[in-house]
């Protein structure tokens, strides 16, 4: 597609009255520069006083809370409408060096990794092992940091799709007038919908939130991304074909994730798997529709084969009589859809006289018939273009959508299984202070028979294991993923699972041989479990049914790891840092027992809960860890971010897949520094310190709550589930969100830097000169270490001690204020201090102009913002003004949540 020329045409502003005091930064595209000159008509028609607001008049204390309130959204709306511009502007680009320089020379897509394995002599049959091995599973989540609406975010989407309609079309003035006028519209719309939920959502509401992007985006993207992959394979192997397989699927915790959270319930899972499936169905029947009016094919006009003829004869038998078949007698093609569409109806509970299908098994093996008869018929371009890819749409997500993963915490686990060992008293020696053997000796035994009542908790915990195996009979064989277990600290945590699946019979028994249907995956987030995880793994694996079992189920082992709780549990550099290692040792222990091993990431959006761009992010993991398989989470905001947009969902997908598959190629980039592992052991070591002498600083709750608004946080209703695991306030019960959210809210964000400067200055005054000719090679040649350093310095381009102190004059005790803010600014200075000497700039963040530029146009705005939630945190937290002012601080948090993009 040919970018356009021209630019948009921007009409003309008035200045808001007022406007004296700021200006709104220049627009850095037409786009932006469109959408913000049609949200000053829309606010200054609307709302004056808040357009003034956005050009920089004062407010004080005396503005009531409705103007304020009307001055946050409209600072909010021009974060999210220029956010919206920015993404479009960076796929137009994308488009113009696709048309200047090739596909192959566009970073982050397939052609471009073939391209670099072309030119460096990689082998077809290399390529097609790897291809057939290749398996890359983003897993949605509704973790709460998505601050927009479901409304907001259709907006949004509406918004952005017009902008690229404008930036495609040919039109005449009149029309693109017309077209601008029914932006300025939506714009309208969006200002007048209710930005904040009224009401906390339901996990159903969250199950349809993830249903949308698939809806709106994700179905369409997956076959785009694969007719890229096949694309760029034909090109760069033309003489050596290449059959490409489906590489992507999804999975989902959105109706499965329990840990922490009561109101995920067995039911409730059970309900989310039957949505997801007719999510699936309403797709297919869609799709099924376009085939019948699409494939009018005469069998006068081709030569019909005779098997097809007599099978479309005992399919109408079947399904019954059908409209298409008195209608158009001889389209026998049109006919046989016609028949899958009966089916698919009845299967989606609709009347039908057809029979249902009872697996998307049976969908496929339609499909492939009617591929098959179009191949036959000389119409294999027909085929490949408009069958094949329903097709492989039924062979991504089946009848289940997605595969959803069950996750609780050990610790619920424990007492269930304490349950199950009071009712099974027969058959087993006592064992004393060894679950882990009475697990083990339990996992030998057959399944008991006693069904005695559990309790209520363990009946909870069961239920969830029995719902599975009734779902996946009901909805699909792969409508669930992993049994995913929070908090693992031992064998013993990962065998309760185990004994609990085989009690709610999730075992099989092949000739007197037990294994487990469904996998059971580890999660190790703190670093002290991190550290115990390879001998966790050795101790598994050398359990007969837990090997069995791994073999029964493809012979790869997954295994889940933490970046959120393990940045809180001992910062950025030292869970960026016991990652890595974990997974090199994980690996090894894997590879000494004769399994695979698949990593489990997971990751939120922002830096400090492990997210990074993608291709750098996989790039610095330890080498020979992908080999083509990868998970990870898509979070909250993260979600909206990527797949939101069509083009943008497409590109985002093809630019996992393409970093994992380049990767994973035997002799893919992974040479080691020498002397770089002890280096960052050190440097883990001192920055661990640095980072536990702050949290663990008697004043340091405390601050944390006053200077911050953690506690307000709960009341933006984001999610289902509460943001601690307990009651207590300990920071350990604390989730990982709310820390991140809360200390970005606040421009301290701790969790993305503190530590790191101690550690750089520690081993600088240590080493000398040897010590900083190492940390610069290791800058430039080791890519975990470069991803630690270049992530820590766009947050600190980020913080602001001015604005952080602002929000510490909330806390009320001056000694606190002064010992935690004295800490701050030391390592903060320590920090840029050390980073500047590493890199060699004269400033924080130089050698990402693009990010500077993007986060410096919303300073002023963002400092604007913070005045005013600073000011409403102390209103809502006085005696009587809270419910009066609480809405204006709500907005707030959205404003400022919107000016910063990913913020959990």
């Known amino acids: 597609m040919t970018a356009p020329a021209h630019a948009f045409p921007v009409p003309p502003v008035a200045v808001p009255a007022g406007a004296t005091a700021m200006e709104l930064p220049n627009a850095s595209s037409d786009a932006e520069a469109l959408l913000v000159g049609l949200l000053l008509d829309v606010v200054g028609a609307r709302a004056p006083d808040a357009a003034a607001a956005l050009g920089g008049a004062r407010m004080d204390r005396g503005e009531t809370p409705a103007h304020i309130g009307r001055s946050l959204q409209a600072l909010g709306m021009w974060a999210q409408l220029v956010s919206i511009a920015e993404l479009h502007e960076a796929m137009r680009a994308r488009r113009r060096v696709e048309l200047e320089a090739g596909e192959a020379r566009l970073a982050g897509t397939f052609a471009h990794v073939f391209d670099r394995w072309r030119e460096s002599g990689v082998h077809a049959a290399d390529v097609r092992d790897l291809l057939a091995s290749l398996h890359v599973t983003p897993t949605i989540t509704a973790h709460p940091t998505e601050a927009k609406r479901v409304t907001v975010l259709e907006k949004h989407r509406n918004i952005y799709r017009a902008l690229v309609e404008l930036d495609d079309g040919v039109w005449t003035a009149a029309e693109r007038a017309r077209r601008i006028d029914a932006l300025r519209d939506e714009i309208d719309l969006l200002w007048m919908t209710g930005e904040l939920r009224l009401e906390r959502p339901t996990v159903a509401h969250e199950v349809a939130w993830g249903i949308h992007f698939f809806d709106d985006t994700l179905f369409d993207a997956v076959g785009t991304v694969h007719d890229a992959l096949a694309s760029a394979a034909a090109a760069a192997f033309p003489h050596a074909p290449i059959d490409v397989p489906i590489v992507l699927d999804f999975g989902s915790w959105i109706g499965g994730d329990r840990d922490g959270n009561p109101n995920v319930t067995a039911a409730v899972t059970r309900h989310a798997v039957r949505e997801y499936r007719r999510a699936c169905l309403r797709r297919y029947h869609a799709r099924l529709t376009d085939l019948v009016k ?21 399919f109408r038998s079947r399904v019954g009589e059908i409209g298409v078949a008195t209608r158009n007698p001889g389209e026998v093609f049109r006919q046989w859809v016609a028949c899958m569409l009966s089916r698919v109806a009845a299967s989606a509970g609709e009347a039908s006289p057809a029979p249902p299908y009872q697996t998307a098994d049976e969908l496929m093996a339609d499909l492939r018939r009617l591929e098959r008869a179009l191949n036959e018929a000389r119409c294999g371009r027909i085929a490949s273009a408009l069958v094949a890819p329903v097709r492989r749409e039924v062979e991504t997500f089946r009848f289940s959508l997605v595969r959803l993963d069950v996750r609780d915490h050990a610790t619920r686990l424990r007492p269930a299984v ?41 009946a909870d915990v069961v239920s969830v294991f029995r719902a599975i195996g009734a779902s996946r009979a009901e909805v699909d064989r792969r409508a669930f993923g992993s049994y995913v277990i929070s908090g693992t600290e031992s064998a013993g945590d ?21 294994s487990c249907t469904i996998p059971i995956v580890p999660l190790f987030e703190t670093i002290e479990d991190l550290r115990r995880a390879p001998a966790v793994l050795a101790e598994l694996l050398g359990v007969p049914v837990v090997k069995r079992s791994i073999r029964a189920l493809g012979g790869v082992q997954e295994v889940m790891i933490g970046y959120s709780d393990s940045n809180k549990d001992g910062g950025f550099l030292t869970s960026n840092w016991e990652l890595y290692k974990a997974q090199t040792r994980l690996a090894r222990v894997a590879a000494e027992h004769g399994v695979g091993l698949s990593f489990f990431h997971g990751r939120g959006g922002s830096v400090s809960r492990g997210g990074a761009p993608t291709h750098r992010a996989i790039a610095a993991q330890p080498p020979g860890t992908i080999r083509g398989r990868l998970r990870l989470t898509e979070q909250g905001e993260v ?7 069509g083009d943008a ?35 883990s070591g001192a920055a661990h310190a640095a980072y536990r002498a702050l949290v663990r600083h008697p004043h340091f709750l405390a601050y944390f709550a006053s200077a911050t608004p953690v506690d307000e946080l709960g009341l933006l209703n984001l999610g289902s589930r509460p943001a601690r695991r307990a009651e207590t306030r300990t920071l350990g019960d604390l989730r990982a969100i709310p820390w991140v959210f809360a200390w970005t ?41 470069r991803l630690v350093i270049d992530e820590t310095e766009k947050t600190l381009l980020q913080v602001d001690l001015n604005v952080a102190a602002a929000y510490a004059a909330l806390v009320p005790n001056e000694d606190a204020r002064a010992a935690i803010l004295g800490l701050l600014r030391a390592e903060y200075h320590r920090t840029v201090e050390t980073l500047l000497r590493l890199t060699g700039e004269a400033n924080v963040a130089e050698r990402f102009p693009q990010f500077r530029s993007r986060f410096g146009r919303r300073v002023a705005l963002l400092d604007r913002a913070h005045g005013l939630q600073i000011d409403l945190l102390g209103r809502v937290r006085g005696a009587d003004e809270k419910d009066r002012w609480l809405p204006s601080l709500l907005l707030s948090i959205n404003c400022i949540a919107a000016c910063f993009g990913t913020v959990g």
């Open 418 to 458: 304490q349950a199950l060992r009071e009712r099974m008293v027969s058959g087993i020696a006592p064992v004393h202070g060894d679950d882990t053997a009475w697990l083990r000796a339990a996992l030998a035994l057959p399944r008991p028979r006693d069904d005695a009542p559990l309790g209520e908790h363990a």
């Open 649 to 683: 969902a497409a590109y985002q997908l093809e630019l996992l897949a393409s970093s994992v598959m380049e990767y994973s190629l035997p002799g893919s980039p992974g040479a080691l520094v020498p002397g770089a592992d002890e280096a960052m052991e050190a440097l």
């Open 745 to 785: 809210q606040s421009r301290h964000l701790i969790p993305g830097w503190y530590g790191v400067g101690s550690a750089l200055d520690a081993f600088l005054s240590i080493r000398g000169p040897r010590g900083e000719m190492l940390l610069r090679r290791m800058f430039t040649e080791s890519p975990v270490f």
């Open 494 to 514: 990962v065998l309760a699972a185990y004994l609990l699946a085989k009690d709610a019979g999730l075992f099989i028994d092949d000739a007197g041989t037990e």
């Open 294 to 314: 699409r494939l009018s094919i005469a069998e006068r006009s081709v030569t019909v084969p005779a098997w097809f003829r007599a099978a479309l004869g005992e």
């Open 639 to 645: 979600v909206s971010f990527k797949y939101a947009y």
